[in-house]
């Protein structure tokens, strides 16, 4: 110990000289270099169904990245999902998971790929990521990306897990979650 201070003073002293030291990082976040939270989802990310004529893109999925996850974070599971598709029932794009730590992003068309991550089942059956394909006339869908820091290792759970299922699966494990969302339309 330093003479003359105590214990609580020196550490109190410490954060005073080291901004943010006794501090988080800052806000755990979810971006994209291709839009802007609330903003316009480009024409490449909607999905590619063949005889679907809602299905205009070309199902490259869109660059994301995150920072400041939570203390204790192992892993983090992505979902995607459009609250109005199915006349509001909802639509899931994407249910990824076993997403490791120390990844900090996906690069355009990796989550189309399937790369980075352990895939569940989406709407569409598929274990990738499925693009935006809204009904022509039914307006602006909000396609939600969720990232939940876990503290499961990232191969704690099996593949082919749907969402609610995956969601049942962190019960007690999340840790916290970013979120972004992104509009599209025909």
């Given at each position: 110990m330093v003479?003359?201070?105590?214990?609580?003073?020196?550490?109190?002293?410490?954060?005073?000289a080291l901004p943010g030291a006794a501090q988080a990082a800052g806000a755990f976040t979810l971006s994209s270099p291709a839009f802007q939270d609330g903003g316009l989802l480009a024409q490449k990310y909607?999905?590619?169904?063949?005889?679907?004529?809602s299905c205009t893109g070309e199902n490259v999925s869109p660059?994301?990245?995150?920072?400041?996850?939570?203390?204790?974070?192992?892993?983090?599971?992505?979902?995607l999902s459009d609250p109005e598709g199915r006349g509001g029932l909802g639509v899931s794009h994407l249910v990824a998971y076993g997403i490791p730590a120390s990844a900090g992003a996906f690069a355009a068309g990796e989550l189309t790929q399937g790369?980075?991550?352990?895939?569940?089942?989406?709407?569409p059956?598929?274990?990738v990521y499925h693009g935006p394909c809204p009904?022509?006339?039914?307006g602006f869908h909000h396609?939600?990306?969720?990232?939940?820091a876990t503290d499961l290792p990232p191969d704690a759970l099996r593949a082919g897990l749907t969402r609610e299922q995956l969601l049942a699966a962190l019960q007690d494990h999340a840790k916290g979650a970013a979120g972004i969302i992104?509009?599209?339309?025909?």
């Open positions: 003479r003359g201070l105590s214990t609580l003073a020196l550490s109190g002293a410490l954060c005073l909607a999905g590619t169904t063949p005889g679907n004529a660059p994301l990245s995150w920072a400041n996850p939570p203390l204790g974070t192992k892993s983090f599971a992505l979902l790369k980075g991550f352990v895939g569940g089942k989406n709407s059956g598929t274990q009904p022509a006339g039914s396609y939600t990306f969720v990232l939940i992104g509009r599209f339309g025909q």
